[in-house]
């Protein structure tokens, strides 16, 4: 489950990008400490080979998020079990959350919890998956979708050998909830178990402000600008920041430039506010980003994120793409593309920030 500090950008064209909590980081954490024992659980020695490719095929492409090409290689090996396999509808219910199909997902895991027999291991990773799609599904904290998810996560914790996950899930659905003291109970429950993971880290965030289990924070970064200047996002909190995550490689990204432009000169003189440019050029294009930089008077700091340090932290996966943050770190609006249209509405949103921080 990916709590409301960390994020990701699902982009399929020029559209407003909807964020929050959801729950799609715990699908690595369990995949490599579960799938395998399912696997075997659910089909050991299986008569036909096919079925065996067809589950590996899968578990390949679901590890470099081939999410269709897994799709597909699930459901051809659970055709060859009559379409009954627990096995494969899990690597179809994982293969849907990937495509952010979660109400597929959630089919798809209901459907395998009729196959799973008594192995109560499987049916608590099931239902665990089963949680992390209806908390998917949900808008608003008091949706019936929260609270069915909290209802499969309380199932899974009550069976044996439960995902450790499982307990930071029910953690972040109860904060969802503003149920703060059963929340940080249950996010202390995961930590106890004194597992190195990026959850560990977060859970403890959220234990200390239950706030950050239902806002969306912005990622921890820091940089050094072209210009020598230090930022870092602990040193911004107090101030509105806008990220305009770019590359002078993109088509679109340099079609706005002269909008942008415009923006940084409305706002330069705000001492609340901080425009910030992330490149994703390449090292040998560096000279070529820097005259760009010159040559169109983009005079706000920029970082050319050379190991993707920033870019994926805040996971971004098209360009351009703006990120306003206000001065609590909470991410505002977060946009792929748009154009001219694009850069007024991350204008309205720096207005939002600025407006809430100068009623304070």
Same mark, same amino acid.
């Given at each position: 489950?990916?709590?409301?500090?960390?994020?990701?950008?699902?982009?399929?064209?020029?559209?407003?990008?909807?964020?929050?909590?959801?729950?799609?980081?715990?699908?690595?954490?369990?995949?490599?400490?579960?799938?395998?024992?399912?696997?075997?659980?659910?089909?050991?020695?299986?008569?036909?080979?096919?079925?065996?490719?067809?589950?590996?095929?899968?578990?390949?492409?679901?590890?470099?998020?081939?999410?269709?090409?897994?799709?597909?290689?699930?459901?051809?090996?659970?055709?060859?079990?009559?379409?009954?396999?627990?096995? /494969? !509808? +899990?690597?179809?219910?994982?293969?849907?959350?990937?495509?952010?199909? +979660?109400?597929?997902?959630?089919?798809?895991?209901?459907? /395998?919890?009729?196959?799973?027999?008594?192995?109560?291991? $499987?049916?608590?990773?099931?239902?665990?998956?089963?949680?992390?799609?209806?908390?998917?599904?949900?808008?608003?904290?008091?949706?019936?979708? #929260?609270?069915?998810?909290?209802?499969?996560?309380?199932?899974?914790?009550?069976?044996?050998?439960?995902?450790?996950?499982?307990?930071?899930?029910?953690?972040?659905?109860?904060?969802?909830?503003?149920?703060?003291?059963?929340?940080?109970?249950?996010?202390?429950? +995961?930590?106890?178990?004194?597992?190195?993971?990026?959850?560990?880290?977060?859970?403890?965030?959220? #234990?200390?402000?239950?706030?950050?289990?239902?806002?969306? +924070?912005?990622?921890?970064?820091?940089?050094?600008?072209?210009?020598?200047?230090?930022?870092?996002?602990?040193?911004?909190?107090?101030?509105?920041?806008?990220?305009?995550?770019?590359?002078?490689?993109?088509?679109?990204?340099?079609?706005?430039?002269?909008? !942008?432009?415009?923006?940084?000169?409305?706002?330069?003189?705000?001492?609340?506010?901080?425009?910030?440019?992330?490149?994703?050029?390449?090292?040998?294009?560096?000279?070529?980003?820097?005259?760009?930089?010159?040559?169109?008077?983009?005079?706000?700091?920029?970082?050319?994120?050379?190991?993707?340090?920033?870019?994926?932290? $805040?996971?971004?996966?098209?360009?351009?793409?703006?990120?306003?943050?206000?001065?609590?770190? #909470?991410?505002?609006?977060?946009?792929?593309?748009?154009?001219?249209?694009?850069?007024?509405? #991350?204008?309205?949103?720096?207005?939002?920030?600025?407006?809430?921080?100068?009623?304070?």
């Amino acid at each position: 489950m990916e709590a409301a500090s960390a994020f990701a950008l699902g982009f399929g064209g020029t559209r407003q990008i909807r964020m929050g909590p959801t729950p799609r980081r715990v699908l690595a954490a369990i995949l490599t400490l579960f799938v395998v024992a399912g696997l075997k659980a659910q089909q050991a020695a299986p008569p036909d080979p096919k079925f065996t490719a067809a589950l590996q095929k899968g578990e390949a492409a679901l590890k470099v998020r081939r999410w269709q090409d897994a799709l597909e290689a699930f459901r051809d090996a659970n055709g060859l079990m009559d379409k009954k396999s627990p096995a /494969a !509808l +899990y690597g179809v219910a994982r293969a849907f959350h990937g495509l952010k199909a +979660y109400k597929s997902e959630a089919d798809s895991c209901r459907e /395998a919890l009729k196959y799973v027999g008594g192995d109560q291991r $499987f049916e608590a990773i099931l239902r665990n998956q089963l949680g992390m799609s209806l908390y998917s599904q949900a808008e608003k904290n008091t949706d019936k979708a #929260i609270k069915d998810a909290e209802a499969e996560f309380r199932s899974a914790l009550a069976l044996p050998q439960a995902p450790p996950i499982t307990s930071y899930n029910l953690g972040l659905t109860l904060l969802k909830q503003n149920r703060d003291d059963e929340g940080k109970a249950a996010l202390q429950s +995961y930590m106890d178990l004194g597992l190195k993971t990026a959850e560990t880290d977060l859970a403890g965030r959220m #234990i200390e402000n239950p706030r950050r289990g239902r806002e969306t +924070y912005a990622p921890d970064y820091s940089f050094t600008s072209m210009q020598g200047e230090f930022f870092s996002s602990k040193e911004l909190v107090g101030k509105v920041v806008f990220i305009d995550f770019w590359g002078e490689w993109c088509g679109p990204c340099r079609a706005i430039t002269p909008d !942008l432009v415009k923006l940084y000169k409305k706002y330069k003189e705000n001492p609340n506010f901080v425009m910030i440019g992330v490149s994703s050029d390449p090292r040998e294009a560096e000279q070529k980003w820097k005259d760009y930089l010159a040559k169109n008077k983009m005079d706000w700091p920029q970082f050319l994120d050379l190991r993707r340090e920033i870019i994926n932290r $805040f996971q971004v996966q098209g360009y351009p793409t703006g990120v306003v943050i206000d001065h609590e770190g #909470i991410v505002l609006h977060a946009e792929l593309g748009g154009g001219s249209a694009g850069v007024n509405v #991350i204008e309205g949103a720096i207005k939002k920030g600025l407006k809430a921080l100068e009623a304070k």
